[in-house]
Every structure is written in C-alpha cells, then in structure tokens.
T-cell receptor
Framework: QKEVEQNSGPLSVPEGAIASLNCTYS??????FFWYRQYSGKSPELIMS??SNGDKEDGRFTAQLNKASQYVSLLIRDSQPSDSATYLC??????????WGAGTKLIIKP | DGGITQSPKYLFRKEGQNVTLSCEQN?????MYWYRQDPGQGLRLIYY???????QKGDIAEGYSVSREKKESFPLTVTSAQKNPTAFYLC?????????FGQGTRLTVV
C-alpha cells in the first residue's frame, strides 16, 4: 500500500501559466509535509515545508495543505522553463518516518 | 558552511568487489538516510539511522551494509551480494523537519 501518491506525469504547462502539482497521503496522523525539486542527474532540493492547514506562499510557489482531505499541493505561478524538473512530495508520518512519493515530472513549454 | 558531503561523486565497481560510499554531515542532525534512485524512478530507502550506533533496514537493504559510529558519518557499503548496484545513491539527514541531501554518488559496475 503506497502511503504517498503522485501522478507521475509528465505534466506539460505553457510558459507563464500556473503549474499545479498534487499529492495525496494515507496516514491521517502525518504532521509535516514537504515539496522537493529534482533536476535530472541532481539531488533533490527543498522548495517548501508546510505543517498546518491552508496556504503557504514563497515567491512564485504556494503550498496548500488540507488534512481533512489528506491532500497537499504545490502551485507554481508564472512558470519558467527552468522550473522543468521532477517534483517530489514527502511527509513525516505518525511514526516520524520520512515517506516519499514517486514524483511528478513537470515540463514547461516555451 | 553546513551541509552534507557525499564522496566520491562517481564510482566504478568491478564484479564481485565491495565498495564504500561516504556520507558526512555537519548539521548536527540525528537522523540519516541512504536512498537508491534508478533512472526515471523515485527514491527507495536502503537504510536509515535515528541515533548513533543504531540503524534499521529500509525497503531494499539486501546486498548493502551501513555503520553509524559517529553522529556525523553514515557510510554505505555496497557488497558483492548486490547483483545490480548500478544506480544513483543519495544520502540525507534530518532533525525534526525536512531532510537535506548530499550531491549523490553515481555507481557503475564495469
């Protein structure tokens, strides 16, 4: 049973549009949620952390958390070709274990 | 600068040979992790350690071994029992929240 689900993509978005990446999880006791970006051949880098319900904004990025629906999303506004990467959703579950989704490949088309 | 250092960046292993991948962190994190990533795939957990002198198997521990003699260091040995070791290996550390990654080691069997 997968604990963190992401659509593998690829998700293709025109440059300048909003990219929406989604993630669902199964453990209702999960407390901490993270979005990472991974360029091909590189290690993942943290973009956003979110711990409470609602929206959290950082520049062009907005993370959204809905614990009742067990759903976390990442919005990227004004998408740029440099945003093309694989985006990994991760969380710490009720046992404080770090659990990863398989990632969504995002392609921004100029 | 605080961070995680993996070495070497590239490693070549002959058939039947054991090799050790280094991972050092100066973030004072208690938890450390080793992941394997195959092309186009997500992260698979090999081993993790929550405290010094203690570690647990992850999902794909067969053919690998680790030690955690110091808080800063968590080396991974890829043994000859691992029949398909060619992959990208990532080390990470975390405390309460998000995980941070080293730059990875790309291992190739020759």
């Amino acid at each position: 049973q997968k604990e963190v689900e992401q659509n593998s993509g690829p998700l293709s978005v025109p440059e300048g549009a909003i990219a929406s990446l989604n993630c669902t999880y199964s453990d209702r006791g999960s407390q901490s949620f993270f979005w990472y970006r991974q360029y091909s051949g590189k290690s993942p880098e943290l973009i956003m952390s979110i711990y409470s319900n609602g929206d959290k904004e950082d520049g062009r990025f907005t993370a959204q958390l809905n614990k009742a629906s067990q759903y976390v999303s990442l919005l990227i506004r004004d998408s740029q070709p440099s945003d093309s990467a694989t985006y990994l959703c991760a969380l710490k579950d009720s046992n404080y274990q770090l659990i990863w989704g398989a990632g969504t490949k995002l392609i921004i088309k100029p | 600068d605080g961070g995680i250092t993996q070495s070497p960046k590239y490693l070549f292993r002959k058939e039947g040979q054991n090799v050790t991948l280094s991972c050092e962190q100066n973030l004072n994190h208690d938890a450390m992790y080793w992941y394997r990533q195959d092309p186009g795939q997500g992260l698979r957990l090999i081993y993790y350690s929550q405290i010094v002198n203690d570690f647990q198997k992850g999902d794909i521990a067969e053919g690998y071994s680790v030690s955690r003699e110091k808080k800063e260091s968590f080396p991974l040995t890829v043994t000859s029992a691992q029949k398909n070791p060619t992959a990208f290996y990532l080390c990470a550390s975390s405390q309460v929240g998000e995980a941070f990654f080293g730059q990875g080691t790309r291992l190739t069997v020759v």
